[in-house]
């Protein structure tokens, strides 16, 4: 368990520390990339830590027609900074089809993770983009993640590679 610096979070918040299994979507369809970012903040918004769920589908939305954050591998990793958030959330959609995003690579992406922090809170934000590019670099363990049955399965692979 991480401890509370005065209003934020130390940087080297894991993933699993953020997402549950009550906010990871197995077999995520969307006609496209913004289709599947308004289920995923949807999902989120249940989580009870979105307090405007319109204002975070806007911010992740932008972020998106700035540039993509398909960073390539069938990865993507939507993320805002917002005060719609009461604290550091992810949602994890997983296509084993993949969904078009206009990543890096010109690839489909295959796993969605969307971040939401609460503003001004850098360090963690980006501590934890960090983190999730390198846990996912593993190519079989992103192919177990994929091709997992439950999000409860999914939930515990990035339980144990995080203690790796």
Request: hydrophobic share 40%.
């Given at each position: 368990?991480?401890?509370?610096?005065?209003?934020?979070?130390?940087a080297?918040?894991?993933?699993?520390?953020?997402?549950?299994?009550?906010?990871?979507?197995?077999?995520v369809?969307?006609?496209?990339?913004?289709?599947?970012?308004?289920?995923?903040?949807?999902?989120?918004?249940v989580?009870?830590?979105?307090?405007?769920?319109?204002?975070?589908?806007?911010?992740?939305?932008?972020r998106?027609?700035?540039?993509?954050?398909?960073?390539?591998?069938?990865?993507?990793?939507?993320?805002?900074?917002?005060?719609?958030?009461?604290?550091?959330?992810?949602?994890?959609?997983?296509?084993?089809?993949?969904?078009e995003?206009?990543?890096?690579?010109?690839?489909?992406?295959?796993?969605?993770l969307?971040?939401?922090?609460?503003?001004?809170?850098?360090?963690?934000?980006?501590?934890?983009?960090?983190?999730?590019?390198?846990?996912?670099?593993?190519?079989?363990?992103?192919?177990?993640?994929?091709?997992?049955?439950?999000?409860?399965?999914?939930?515990?692979?990035?339980?144990?590679?995080?203690?790796?």
């Amino acid at each position: 368990m991480k401890y509370w610096c005065g209003s934020e979070r130390k940087a080297n918040v894991k993933l699993s520390e953020v997402l549950a299994k009550e906010r990871i979507v197995i077999h995520v369809k969307g006609k496209d990339k913004y289709d599947v970012l308004g289920k995923l903040v949807h999902v989120a918004r249940v989580s009870g830590k979105v307090t405007n769920e319109a204002d975070l589908l806007r911010k992740v939305t932008e972020r998106e027609k700035i540039k993509s954050t398909g960073i390539g591998g069938g990865i993507g990793i939507p993320h805002a900074q917002t005060s719609g958030v009461t604290d550091i959330i992810a949602c994890l959609g997983v296509s084993e089809q993949g969904i078009e995003f206009n990543a890096v690579d010109g690839r489909p992406v295959h796993l969605i993770l969307l971040i939401a922090t609460k503003e001004r809170t850098n360090s963690t934000y980006l501590g934890l983009l960090s983190r999730i590019a390198r846990l996912f670099i593993d190519e079989p363990f992103k192919q177990k993640i994929i091709r997992s049955v439950s999000p409860g399965e999914i939930m515990n692979l990035i339980t144990e590679k995080e203690k790796e």
